[in-house]
């Protein structure tokens, strides 16, 4: 047999698949590529040798902490000027991300977010979705939100583990190299079909927003809202929110998931169903963004709809990082076991 370094074999596949778009790294592809053939070349379950292979997947879970980044901490990354990130958190975040000690995934959610003003600064949009991908690369990247909620829903209603919660690796990679490569490189048909993408993500946001229009004096009836005086509305917390409406809100959320899901889900318990993350993040975000127009007097916001995505989402990681005040406060507002909300990429390193 003829000696092969797979390293530089690696190296050259990665440069010929990509049109010299990814240079291989070592230490992150490298990590990911062992986890998908563990994944893909597992021993049978029950022997000795899966016995040992869990043990050790086990301890490399513990020992890596995965993160999930809203928009806002990659626009703060992609700044070249006047950012709240310091220079020397960014040198310790590409390090921890480098040395698999934090693993951070993006969403198609993100590079939607990211590309938002493709059609008026394509030039700025490409060069933060650049950054993004140098920055945590495009591996493991998370289903869309509502697949992920559906699929939280499904298994809660079985009584099963939910799937992965990233995209197939085909879908995945036909993502990279059919359309977000060829953006990268400023291909002028791939941009004409991110614009029409965009143009559909805003009929989703303006879909949103005329749901949320129709929820809220829905919730507001719940809570008997009309009957209370202003001084009396001005007292209530969040908590008079969530124990009004968060059970509705659960319900809605199954529904929302398809086929009977909503009507098995209130057979097998809402509150049950309220406990799964993706489940209770969203409807931690939905209520809080009600709780703090009706009471604090906030404005509803073009990006409300996005931050239920990036709630959604923010449940498949032990840590949600977020620049956005008032998003942080919606998510920490009820506790959730494992879970937890930093603020800044220097909170962040000080739990790596």
């Known amino acids: 047999m003829q000696e092969v370094h797979g390293a530089q074999l690696l190296k050259d596949l990665f440069g010929q698949l990509s049109e010299r778009r990814v240079a291989y790294d070592k230490v992150r592809h490298g990590l990911e590529l062992t986890r998908w053939?563990?994944?893909?070349?597992?021993?049978?379950?029950?022997?000795?040798?899966?016995?040992?292979?869990?043990?050790?997947?086990?301890?490399?879970?513990?020992?890596m902490l995965?993160?999930?980044f809203d928009n806002c901490v990659y626009s703060e990354t992609a700044a070249t000027a006047n950012s709240k990130i310091k220079a020397d958190e960014l040198v310790g975040l590409k390090a921890a991300l480098t040395s698999g000690k934090l693993v951070v995934r993006m969403s198609i959610a993100d590079?939607?977010?990211?590309?938002?003003?493709?059609?008026?600064?394509?030039?700025m949009a490409v060069e933060r979705l650049r950054a993004a991908r140098n920055l945590v690369g495009?591996?493991?990247?998370?289903?869309?939100?509502?697949?992920?909620?559906?699929?939280?829903?499904?298994?809660y209603v079985d009584g099963t583990q939910p799937p992965a919660v990233t995209l197939s690796e085909p879908e995945r990679r036909g993502l990279v190299f059919n359309y977000l490569s060829p953006l990268l490189a400023g291909k002028a048909s791939t941009i004409r079909f991110a614009?029409?993408?965009?143009?559909?993500?805003?009929?989703?946001?303006?879909?949103?927003?005329?749901?949320?229009?129709?929820?809220?004096?829905?919730?507001?009836?719940?809570?008997?809202?009309?009957?209370?005086n202003a001084k009396d509305r001005k007292g209530k917390d969040f908590d008079f929110f969530w124990k009004g409406a968060a059970h509705h809100w659960a319900g809605w959320v199954a529904d929302g998931a398809g086929g009977d899901l909503g009507q098995a889900a209130r057979e097998r318990g809402l509150e049950g169903l309220l406990a799964v993350p993706a489940v209770r993040l969203s409807v931690m975000t939905a209520l809080g963004q009600i709780y703090s127009q009706e009471v604090l007097g906030r404005a509803a916001r073009p990006s409300d709809g996005y931050d239920l995505w990036h709630a959604t989402l923010g449940s498949a990681a032990d840590v949600f990082v977020t620049s956005d005040g008032d998003?942080?406060?919606?998510?920490?507002?009820?506790?959730?076991?494992?879970?937890?909300?930093v603020r800044s990429i220097g909170e962040l390193l000080l739990l790596v």
């Open 138 to 155: 495009f591996q493991g990247m998370l289903k869309q939100p509502r697949d992920l909620l559906a699929d939280a829903v499904r298994a």
């Open 66 to 68: 995965s993160a999930y």
């Open 327 to 341: 998003f942080a406060d919606h998510l920490q507002r009820i506790p959730l076991d494992g879970f937890r909300v």
């Open 195 to 228: 614009l029409e993408v965009l143009s559909d993500v805003r009929a989703q946001k303006t879909q949103f927003f005329e749901s949320m229009a129709e929820a809220r004096p829905l919730t507001l009836d719940l809570l008997n809202w009309k009957a209370l």
């Open 111 to 123: 590079i939607e977010e990211q590309l938002g003003d493709l059609d008026k600064s394509p030039k």
């Open 37 to 63: 053939i563990l994944e893909q070349h597992s021993p049978c379950p029950g022997s000795a040798s899966a016995q040992s292979l869990s043990s050790n997947r086990t301890s490399n879970e513990q020992a």
